[in-house]
């Protein structure tokens, strides 16, 4: 399991993100509402973007920083 859900279809905030050319699996929302990225994306997205995204697969995820003694 991924250990997130993935929104329903006909929430108005995925509809507007999949008008945008995002795919359905590549964001969630977290509790407080925003946007998500999840591993998918970024794996399309084919880089990394340095925030620290919690879903990053290319070693900048808050959990890689803290293991390597860096900022969260």
Known sequence: MNGYTLPERDD???ERLLRMG???GDFYFSE???????E??????????GSGCRHC???NSPEDRKRKGGRE
């Not at 407080?32 to 999840?38: L, S």
């Not at 998918?40 to 973007?49: D, F, I, K, T």
């Open 12 to 14: 108005p905030r995925v």
């Open 40 to 49: 998918q994306y970024h794996l399309r997205r084919g880089s990394c973007c």
């Open 22 to 24: 995002y795919l359905f």
């Open 32 to 38: 407080e509402g925003y946007v998500v990225w999840t």
């Open 57 to 59: 697969p290319y070693g």
